[in-house]
């Protein structure tokens, strides 16, 4: 089965208010853990990523928590804007190989 | 940087026709990987090459299935025969190995197939 999935598959949100997309893993042993965004007729673009070893990493407007304990992964995506509404992906990158494999992807509606 | 290039964006053809999906990297990658997209499966890998050289195809679903990296500019996915089950969007994503790998992949923007 996969081993990072998506707790939820939608999420509306109104404009201007703060965006929580989680994700749950199960592979301990991956290294990274990485954020895609997806818009309508695009590829997976790279959002922003955190290694193993942190607990949080911030970039523009976003933020990635990392709960190794519990095996939990989110995205936190502040002032959400229309701009931002897409499918977002939760990946796990790691083994020998260094192979990336997705979740199922959770689709977010920026209400206006 | 043109990114990851993907031809055709879309493609349509029937059952039993031969397929060629193809992909250039962003040069100076050396990992080039194909995902295929479903609504049923989400993105699945396909089959991944380093330095042009085929790593592991145990994503591919069938021997209907191949794909060729014949040159660090250029590879092909190609189907034959065809299957309507094989309608999905497939994605080709770079990335650079170098030392401690990190960061995603750059993807393309996909073709989408459909088999009729």
């Known amino acids: 089965g996969e081993s990072v999935g998506l707790h939820l598959p939608t999420l509306s949100v109104q404009e201007g208010d703060n965006s929580i997309i989680n994700c749950a893993y199960s592979?301990?042993?991956?290294?990274?853990f990485i954020w895609y965004k997806q818009e309508s007729g695009k590829g997976p673009q790279f959002i922003i990523d955190?290694?193993?070893?942190?607990d949080k990493r911030q970039g523009q407007r976003v933020t990635v928590l990392l709960n190794k304990t519990v095996k939990h992964l989110s995205l936190q995506i502040a002032a959400t804007q229309p701009g931002d509404s897409a499918v977002y992906f939760c990946?796990?990158?790691?083994?020998?190989?260094?192979?990336?494999?997705f979740g199922a992807g959770t689709t977010v509606t920026v209400r206006a | 940087d043109a990114g990851v290039i993907q031809s055709p964006r879309h493609e349509v053809t029937e059952m039993g026709q031969e397929v060629t999906l193809r992909c250039k990297p962003i040069?100076?990658?050396?990992?080039l990987f194909w995902y295929r997209q479903t609504m049923m499966r989400g993105l699945e890998l396909l089959i991944y090459?380093?330095?042009?050289?085929?790593?592991?195809d145990s994503g591919m679903p069938e021997d209907r299935f191949s794909a060729k990296m014949p040159n660090a500019s250029f590879s092909t996915l190609k189907i034959q025969p065809s299957e309507p089950r094989d309608s999905a969007v497939y994605f080709c994503?770079?990335?650079?190995?170098?030392?401690?790998?990190?960061?995603?992949?750059?993807f393309g923007s996909g073709t989408r197939l459909t088999v009729v």
């Open positions: 040069s100076g990658h050396n990992s």
């Open positions: 090459f380093n330095n042009n050289v085929p790593i592991d």
């Open positions: 990946a796990e990158l790691g083994g020998i190989d260094y192979k990336l494999s």
């Open positions: 592979n301990s042993a991956s290294d990274y």
């Open positions: 994503a770079t990335t650079l190995r170098t030392g401690p790998l990190r960061w995603g992949y750059t």
């Open positions: 955190i290694r193993s070893n942190m």
